[in-house]
């Protein structure tokens, strides 16, 4: 896929799902094996914003980067 007007929810989706899943993995990793904790650990303080109604906070870690270039590279080739 290029970066073109119609193709901005799905480069918005890759990476979006990108981060989850890498950061799903970092956990699972640091899991199974307590030498790679540092996976999980925070790079940022939460991100978020939060409304009477709707409240929303992220956590970026090493995980969540590298799910999210993994997200880009995979939209690119997609």
């Avoid at 981060?19 to 991100?47: C, R």
């Amino acid at each position: 896929m290029t970066f073109e007007k119609g193709h901005t929810g799905y480069f918005i989706a890759f990476l979006i799902v990108g981060g989850l899943l890498g950061s799903a993995i970092a956990v699972l990793l640091a899991k199974a094996f307590p030498a790679l904790s540092l996976l999980q650990e925070n790079l940022t303080a939460p991100i978020g914003f939060n409304f009477d109604v709707l409240a929303f906070s992220m956590k970026v870690n090493i995980g969540t980067l590298v799910g999210i270039v993994a997200g880009i590279i995979f939209f690119m080739k997609a």
